[in-house]
């Protein structure tokens, strides 16, 4: 059978052990429901950091995005929005992922800090957590 063929309702039961018994999309796009599009993918190849996701799991994840939840018992499994066209609706959300405010800043910059400082404040690898940066301009 493939994944595709897969209802919300299975894919939730095979994932409410791995998400201490509660269902979030996240955990879909971590891999469960790849048709014939791609799961959800960070990884760094050649040098660049790559993220994919497929535009059907984008989709499933949007419908299904928690901060659309209306908190009626009737909707409560989602989905929460309808996506219409799956293709359209990725072609916006890159739109607005690179689209930059008057200091040159974009969604994705703005996350990629929030990574750099988590990264940093949990103890990554590959970086010098003794270094002090200089409190005054060099050659003073």
């Given at each position: 059978?493939?994944?595709?063929?897969?209802?919300?309702?299975?894919?939730?039961?095979?994932?409410s052990?791995?998400?201490?018994?509660?269902?979030?999309?996240?955990?879909?796009?971590?891999g469960?429901?790849?048709?014939?599009?791609?799961?959800?993918?960070?990884?760094?190849?050649?040098?660049?950091?790559?993220?994919?996701?497929?535009?059907?799991?984008?989709?499933f994840?949007?419908?299904h995005?928690?901060?659309?939840?209306?908190?009626?018992?009737?909707?409560?499994?989602?989905?929460?929005?309808?996506?219409?066209?799956?293709?359209?609706?990725?072609?916006?959300?890159?739109?607005?992922?690179?689209?930059?405010?008057?200091?040159?800043?974009?969604?994705?910059?703005?996350?990629?800090?929030?990574?750099?400082?988590?990264?940093?404040?949990?103890?990554?690898?590959?970086?010098?957590?003794?270094f002090?940066?200089?409190?005054?301009?060099?050659?003073?």
């Amino acid at each position: 059978m493939d994944s595709a063929d897969l209802t919300d309702e299975e894919i939730r039961a095979a994932y409410s052990d791995a998400s201490g018994g509660s269902y979030d999309a996240i955990n879909v796009m971590a891999g469960y429901r790849m048709s014939v599009d791609t799961k959800l993918v960070c990884e760094v190849v050649d040098g660049e950091l790559q993220i994919r996701i497929g535009v059907d799991i984008l989709k499933f994840a949007a419908e299904h995005c928690e901060r659309f939840y209306n908190g009626s018992v009737a909707s409560a499994d989602g989905p929460y929005i309808k996506v219409t066209d799956p293709e359209e609706f990725a072609r916006e959300i890159v739109r607005l992922l690179n689209e930059e405010t008057e200091d040159g800043h974009s969604i994705i910059h703005e996350m990629l800090d929030n990574v750099f400082v988590e990264a940093i404040e949990y103890g990554c690898e590959g970086v010098d957590h003794d270094f002090q940066q200089a409190t005054t301009p060099q050659g003073d």
